[in-house]
């Protein structure tokens, strides 16, 4: 499974709303799709797993929708600490994360 | 508290070897399916493979399959990555990590992550 992410860099300001696409070459389950942040020197963080369910921790400025073979993270209003890359991640079955997407200032 | 430690990256030829560990902590590690994550320089994630609870159940990317081999110690609570052949486009930081829940078939997101260790591959 292909997952294809839009934009490949996102330039935003603090405040402002963030919508991430992560688009599937065939469908997936809703139940097998999870969003991670990652920046860099650190580890990538669970966000979002099956779709739309936000993980241990993660603010609700943060959500996550779609189904068959689209899908999209929303960022309500970036904080400072939002600036970082997006990677979708297909779990059911076989693995494969998306190319990400780089939010910037 | 889920701890993962890498360990085992370095500089190494390219058609060298290189075996790399995770130490697990914080949690029962015989009873969790195990993954290794990469990421090339200025490069996304890429899932690298994974086995089942006992090792009896394993997949690896096709970009690895042949050149690697993951197992795992139950004993010493450590996941390991042998790495044979080792090309240059395999330079990398290696992530081990862990499903969010112990289940029988994996089908499950990532939820805790090591800090990765950085293998580079070069003459």
């Known amino acids: 499974i292909v997952l294809t992410q839009s934009p490949g860099t996102l330039s935003l300001s603090p405040g402002e709303g963030a919508t991430l696409s992560c688009r599937a070459g065939?469908?997936?389950?809703?139940?097998?799709l999870a969003w991670y942040q990652h920046k860099p020197g650190q580890a990538p963080r669970l966000l979002i797993y099956a779709t739309s369910i936000r993980a241990t921790g993660i603010p609700d400025r943060f959500s996550g929708s779609g189904s068959g073979t689209d899908f999209t993270l929303t960022i309500s209003r970036l904080e400072p600490e939002d600036f970082a890359v997006y990677y979708c991640h297909q779990y059911g079955g076989a693995v494969f994360f998306g190319g990400g997407t780089k939010v910037e200032i | 508290e889920v701890q993962l430690v890498e360990s085992g990256g370095g500089l190494v030829q390219p058609g060298g070897s290189l075996r790399l560990s995770c130490a697990a902590s914080?949690?029962?590690?015989?009873?969790?399916?195990m993954h290794w994550v990469r990421q090339a320089p200025g490069k996304g994630l890429e899932w690298v493979s994974r086995l089942n609870h006992f090792g009896s159940s394993i997949s690896y990317a096709d970009s690895v399959r042949g050149r690697v081999t993951i197992s795992r110690d139950n004993a010493k609570n450590t996941l390991y990555l042998e790495m044979n052949s080792l090309r240059v486009e395999d330079t990398a930081v290696y992530y081990c990590a862990r499903p969010l829940v112990n289940t029988y078939n994996d089908e499950n997101p990532l939820a805790f992550w090591g800090q990765g260790t950085l293998v580079t591959v070069s003459s």
């Open positions: 065939q469908n997936v389950a809703t139940k097998d």
């Open positions: 914080g949690f029962t590690f015989s009873t969790y399916w």
